[in-house]
């Protein structure tokens, strides 16, 4: 065979001259392994190119062909092949199998990296975005002073830094006025607010919102171990991706993205995140609208981009407070207040049933004679009329009771024109959202007003009923109250026959004042106004910017009403308000959560209500509100 010959040929004895016993058995064993080894290769190549059927020339040619190829594939058989050339070539398979998976691996390593600088390019585009968002906020802001650094501080800092902002202040107004700003900072806020607002360490919008939670603790009151639990634990990127955190002196505040499906499935997750860690216990969480937004569409939070011509919306932010921060409790001189006006109203209430009665020739003869015995004549007026308001009130509990809000005392304003205008009740806990701060508003005029159409109306019947011979203890009013009010009119109108009605006074069933003056009090209490009811249900429906803007429309309309249409009954009403219920409703737990359709058809409902019930008829433009 070639393979013996050639290893054979390639043989010589060593030139050494002299070489050991030793050396030379293990030199000449292994060439008789290399030579019996390449006997059996130089076999097993000929058995395989007997049996493929080629002959040494194919075998070459094909050998030669897959050689130029580069496939790294070798046909056996060739008798002429020889041990290194077959060594070579299996390298070169070897060799052809590294590159293949070198270049696989090169692939994978090219897609990593392309992976990898997408990734890096979504960073750099969200800290541009984000970069831009605050210079817009900024360029925006009202205010000159810059918004303080939104980062999380250790306790033991912000004591520092609010006892060296408080000191610059007090230096710098003890040397001279402050310096000018585009807005300055409200009187009525508390002093340690106005401190952190001047010294920058939060913009004035989010103080002034979060002043009207309630009391709260210098630093926020909340530990830093509970914060770290509350961003590791609660706030999980899931729910809410935290990027930003301040603390005040009333909480802290948390700047992120919303990552849950809706506001209201992140709140629950809140909820439970906050029951599982036990800081339910030490810690009230609110998701709020952003205040700092100087562009709003409605009460969708939108702020415009640098080129004016889109518009993105801001996300809500998380507003941790300590549990103890909540509405404040009723002292002793709340009781006695609630007690002294209560006891007014009953007096006022008496006084409006008996004026009622004024117009009443039989009655005024007998109060003339001194009989005053005929005064309790004048009680089913005044009894009805309380009922209603006891109704109202029935209706605020009940629903509060359902919707887990506390009430506290109720402070009823009393009035020398209708005997009360209603009762001022205040919140002692904080809905769990806007539908629940509807619900409860809402369910008190509801009431007062169902309960005020079923007496006028049956009052307006029973009047009918009488005839021209009325009983002595009808009362005696004006026939132009009916044109006072569209709603009342309309319904005097559809009961009462012409003949009745065209008569200067008209001898009616208590019933009808009755229906009437509750009608009237619904009505005032549904203006959409601060806290009242009218108020705090446009606020549920359609957030706090859209119930600012309707208080201001609406204490205008009622200022010019009163001005221009003779009525003091609403001049002293929106004097009451101005001063007592002025003020927004203190916020809910998850601020952001719109109501139903429903509610929001409701509300346009009740307030269309409002509207005929006060406006007068066209004819009757001089009095909204009758003559009593």
């Known amino acids: 065979m070639f393979c013996i010959t050639n290893t054979l040929a ?45 002959d040494n020339g194919a075998a070459e040619t094909d050998d030669a062909q897959g050689r130029s190829e580069g496939a790294g594939k070798y046909e056996p058989g060739a008798s ?44 750099r585009r969200l800290a541009k ?45 003890s040397n001279g006025p402050p310096a000018e700003r585009n807005n300055t900072t409200p009187n009525n806020m508390d002093p340690a607010l106005r401190r952190a607002v001047e010294s920058g360490s939060i913009d004035e919008k989010s103080m002034m919102l979060l002043s009207q939670i309630g009391p709260f603790a210098l630093g926020g009151g909340i530990s830093d171990e ?7 634990r609660v706030l999980t990127f899931d729910t809410y991706m935290m990027n930003q955190m301040t603390r005040t002196p009333i909480g802290v505040v948390i700047r992120g993205r919303l990552r849950a499906q809706s506001p ?8 439970k995140a906050l029951s599982e860690t036990g800081l339910d216990a030490r810690i009230r969480l609110f998701l709020m609208e952003d205040p700092r937004s100087p562009f709003l569409v409605e009460d969708d939070m939108a702020v415009e981009n640098a080129n004016g011509a889109e518009k993105t919306r801001l996300p809500p932010i998380v507003v941790a407070m300590p549990i103890t921060s909540e509405p404040p409790k009723a002292g002793l001189w709340q009781y006695l207040l609630a007690g002294v006006l209560g006891a007014t109203a009953l007096f ?18 007998q109060i003339t004679r001194g009989n005053v015995d005929v005064v309790t004549e004048t009680l089913p007026v005044s009894i009805g009329a309380i009922g209603i308001l006891v109704v109202h009130e029935l209706g605020h509990r009940i629903m509060g009771a359902l919707r887990n809000v506390k009430q506290g005392l ?90 009745v009605l065209s008569q200067p006074t008209i001898a009616v069933h208590p019933l009808c004042v009755v229906g009437y003056t509750g009608l009237l ?108």
């Open 10 to 54: 390639c043989w010589r004895p060593c030139a050494k001259p002299k070489r050991s016993a030793h050396v030379s058995a293990l030199w000449r064993k292994s060439l008789r392994r290399r030579w019996t080894t390449a006997r059996l290769r130089g076999r097993a190549l000929q058995l395989r190119a007997e049996t493929n059927g080629q």
């Open 80 to 123: 002429s092949a020889a041990d290194p050339e077959l060594e070579r070539l299996r390298l070169a398979v070897e060799r052809a199998k590294l590159e293949a998976e070198r270049a696989k691996l090169q692939a994978e390593r090219a897609r990593l990296e392309a992976e990898k600088a997408r990734i890096e390019s979504e960073k």
């Open 129 to 173: 975005e984000k970069e831009r968002e605050q210079a817009q906020l900024l360029a925006k802001s009202q205010s000159a002073a810059p918004v303080g650094a939104l980062v999380t501080e250790e306790s033991a800092d912000t004591s520092k830094r609010n006892q060296s902002a408080d000191s610059a202040v007090d230096a710098k107004n």
């Open 226 to 232: 509970d914060l770290k639990t509350l961003q590791q």
């Open 264 to 271: 209201a499935e992140a709140y629950e997750r809140f909820e």
């Open 348 to 365: 006022t209430t008496f006084g409006y049933g008996v004026g009622v009665f004024g117009l009443s020739p039989d009655f005024v003869q």
């Open 410 to 499: 109720s402070y009823v304003i009393p009035s020398l024109q209708i005997g009360y205008y209603g009762c001022v009740t205040p919140l002692r806990s904080f809905p769990r959202n806007r539908s629940a701060l509807f619900d409860v508003a809402v369910a008190g005029p509801v009431a007062g007003l169902a309960a005020s159409m079923l007496a006028l109306i049956a009052g307006l019947i029973l009047t009918a009923q009488q005839g021209s011979t009325p009983l002595d203890w009808f009362p005696q009013i004006p026939s132009g109250l009916f044109d006072a009010s569209l709603l009342i009119g309309a319904l005097g109108k559809a009961v009462l026959p012409q003949s």
């Open 521 to 628: 009090s619904q009505a005032l209490q549904l203006l959409p106004v601060g806290r009242t009811d009218g108020g705090r249900m446009m606020q549920a429906a359609f957030g706090r910017r859209t119930a600012g803007r309707a208080s201001g429309v609406a204490l205008l309309l009622q200022g010019l009403s009163s001005i221009l249409g003779n009525s003091p009954l609403l001049l002293f009403y929106g004097l009451i308000v101005i001063f007592l219920q002025r003020e927004q409703e203190i916020p809910c737990l998850d601020e952001v959560s719109e109501p139903n359709n429903s509610r929001t058809a409701m509300t346009f409902f009740l307030l269309l209500v409002t509207v005929l019930i006060l406006l007068p008829f066209p004819s009757q433009f001089g009095d909204i509100t009758g003559q009593f």
